[in-house]
C-alpha cells in the first residue's frame, strides 16, 4: 500500500508564499510521477504540477512562473513551492502518485488566499 500525507497548507495573504510538502510511504517503486492537484469550491480538481522520477516536469499555465514542483527522491518527499499566490490559487491541494499505472491519492491540505 501507498501513504500520502501533505501538509504546508494555511492562510496567506496575496502575493505571499507558502511550501507545501507530500511525505510519501509503503511500497514506493522507483520509476513514478508524482504531483500536485487542486480543487477550488465548486470546482473540479485541476493538475498544478507534475515531476518524473527522472526529474522531468510539467505545470498548468495558471502557475508557472510562480510555483516550482520539486522531489527529493531519498526522502520519498513532494513538494511545491508557491510565490506571488493570488485569490484564485485558494483550494485544497492534493498530493498525486502514478506508479505502475495505479493513482494514489493523499487527504489534501488546505490554502487559503485571503486580505
Known amino acids: 500500500q501507498v501513504q500520502l500525507v501533505e501538509s504546508g497548507g494555511g492562510l496567506v495573504q496575496p502575493g505571499g508564499s507558502l511550501r507545501l510538502s507530500c511525505a510519501a510511504s509503503?511500497?514506493?517503486?522507483?520509476?513514478?510521477?508524482l504531483g500536485w492537484y487542486r480543487q477550488a469550491p465548486g470546482k473540479e480538481r485541476e493538475l498544478v504540477a507534475t515531476v518524473t522520477s527522472g526529474g522531468s516536469t510539467n505545470s498548468a499555465d495558471s502557475v508557472k512562473g510562480r510555483f516550482t514542483i520539486s522531489r527529493d527522491n531519498a526522502k520519498n518527499t513532494l513538494y511545491l513551492q508557491m510565490n506571488s499566490l493570488k485569490p484564485e490559487d485558494t483550494a485544497v491541494y492534493y498530493c498525486?502518485?502514478?506508479?505502475?499505472?495505479?493513482?494514489?491519492w493523499g487527504k489534501g491540505t488546505r490554502v487559503t488566499v485571503s486580505s
Open positions: 498525486n502518485l502514478l506508479q505502475w499505472g495505479t493513482f494514489y
Open positions: 509503503g511500497s514506493i517503486f522507483r520509476i513514478n510521477t
